[in-house]
């Protein structure tokens, strides 16, 4: 199993510009999640989903849009980026009461 | 807000026992205590977690109070590699009842920067 697997792990974007982080799981677990780390900072929940086809917000959900059309598959889109945006991105996926499986992150840097 | 008090920084000696405690005096009947760490800019990594027994696997021990109003991580012999961030977490994960499936929204505070010196 590869486990949380999130693409690409680098990117740099220029303001205004739009880019979908990617994540997939193949562990076939129904909840996946998306939190940003801002240096030095603890995580932030942004969007999460609990099955295909049912997402909700997080706890800062703002300039962010997501996607559940598959188990595996769970999507971020940033629509306009700015500098606040820049941070690094971990995906994550479990399955009811069992603990998180985070993929390794990307890391976005707005200019 | 996150649910939990942890210490900002502790340092522990190589090979000695590492004991890291949360506090979380509002957790209710159903919510779970987890661990996770986070090794330098990695993606964090679950360690283990637990209702009301105390718990043990191959990376760590958990034990939680009886009044479940506190708990504490045990790293029985750390090592170097043990440094990292330290978040605990209290949750009720993926509960469903009936038509619907119910979440709670797990808030990862600051942590405890666990430092392991040689």
């Known amino acids: 199993n590869a486990g949380v697997t999130q693409t690409p792990k680098f990117r740099i974007l220029k303001i205004g510009q739009s880019m979908t982080l990617q994540c997939t799981q193949d562990?076939?677990?129904?909840?996946m999640y998306w939190y940003r780390q801002d240096p030095g900072m603890g995580l932030k929940l942004i969007y999460y989903s609990v099955g295909a086809g049912i997402t909700d917000k997080g706890e800062v959900p703002n300039g962010y849009n997501v996607s559940r059309s598959t188990t595996e598959d769970f999507p971020l889109r940033l629509e306009l980026a700015a500098p606040s945006q820049t941070s690094v991105y971990f995906c994550?996926?479990?399955?009811?009461?069992?603990?998180?499986?985070f993929g390794s992150g990307t890391r976005l840097t707005v200019v | 807000d996150a649910k939990t008090t942890q210490p900002p920084s502790m340092d522990c000696a190589e090979g000695r026992a590492a004991n890291l405690p949360c506090n979380h005096s509002?957790?209710?009947?159903?919510?779970?205590v987890y661990w996770y760490r986070q090794i330098h800019s990695q993606g964090p990594q679950y360690i283990i977690h637990g209702l009301k027994n105390n718990e043990t696997n191959e990376m760590a021990s958990l034990i939680i109070t009886e009044d479940r109003k506190s708990s504490t991580l045990i790293l029985p012999h750390a090592t170097l590699r043990d440094t990292a961030v330290y978040y605990c977490i209290v949750s009720v994960i993926g509960r469903s009842g009936g038509s619907g499936t119910s979440y709670d929204k797990v808030i990862f505070g600051p942590g405890t920067s666990l430092s392991v010196i040689p």
């Open positions: 562990m076939n677990h129904n909840y």
């Open positions: 994550a996926s479990s399955q009811q009461d069992l603990g998180y499986t």
């Open positions: 509002t957790i209710s009947g159903n919510e779970y």
